[in-house]
Structures are given as C-alpha cells and as structure tokens.
Nanobody, 116 residues
Framework: QVKLVQSGGGAVQPGGSLRLSCAAS????????MKWYRQAPGKERELVAD????????DYADSVKGRFTIFRDNDKNTLYLQMNALKPEDTAVYYC?????????WGQGTQVTVSS
C-alpha cells in the first residue's frame, strides 16, 4: 500500500533552516508528481511546492520562492523540502502528498515552528 513517512522539522529561530523528508513506498516513486503542502493554525491547507517525476521541473508558492527548494532522490524514493531564511509565518504543519490510482495520499505531517 502507498505510504508516505515524513521526518525532519522542529523549532528554529527566524532566518534559520530546516529540511523535511518524505520517504515513499508502495508505488513507483519515480513515475509520480509530488507536492508539499502546509497548514497553519486556523488557516486552510496551502500548496507550497511541487515537482515533476523526473525532478527537472519545480514550482513554488510566491510566499516561499527563493527560500525553499523542493527536490527528490528517485534512487532513495524520497522527497525533500529544504527551507532557508525561515520566517514566523512559515510556522505550520507540513505534508507531502501524492495522487496514486485516483486516491490522494498524505504524509503524517511535520510541525515546523519559527519563533524567536
């Protein structure tokens, strides 16, 4: 079955960096478009970044462009989100996501807290 297991995250001061990982299993990872979302308290879940199956094309929300980098290692079946120059408004629970067989799958979520 499809599984997305996240790791990384935590608490960091403004300007700091964190890397999130999403280990995928149960499907042919290198065939699938992947996404990172986030949800802040009291707000709707929003798309942060996405990446094509090859990893050659990426796209970002305006709020994170130039600070976040989505990338993948298809040999390790793992998706990443490198987050630099973090701001308090980046505080949220972050999720990786994939559509497989007409079903949307989510990672378990990882808390990122940016605070001084």
């Amino acid at each position: 079955q499809v599984k997305l297991v996240q790791s990384g995250g935590g608490a960091v001061q403004p300007g700091g960096s964190l890397r999130l990982s999403c280990a995928a299993s149960g499907f042919t990872f290198n065939n699938y478009f992947m996404k990172w979302y986030r949800q802040a308290p009291g707000k709707e879940r929003e798309l942060v970044a996405d990446i094509t199956s090859s990893g050659h094309l990426t796209d970002y929300a305006d709020s994170v462009k130039g600070r976040f980098t989505i990338f993948r290692d298809n040999d390790k079946n793992t998706l990443y989100l490198q987050m630099n120059a973090l701001k308090p408004e980046d505080t949220a629970v972050y999720y990786c996501e994939v559509w497989h067989g007409g079903v949307e799958y989510w990672g378990q979520g990882t808390q990122v807290t940016v605070s001084s």
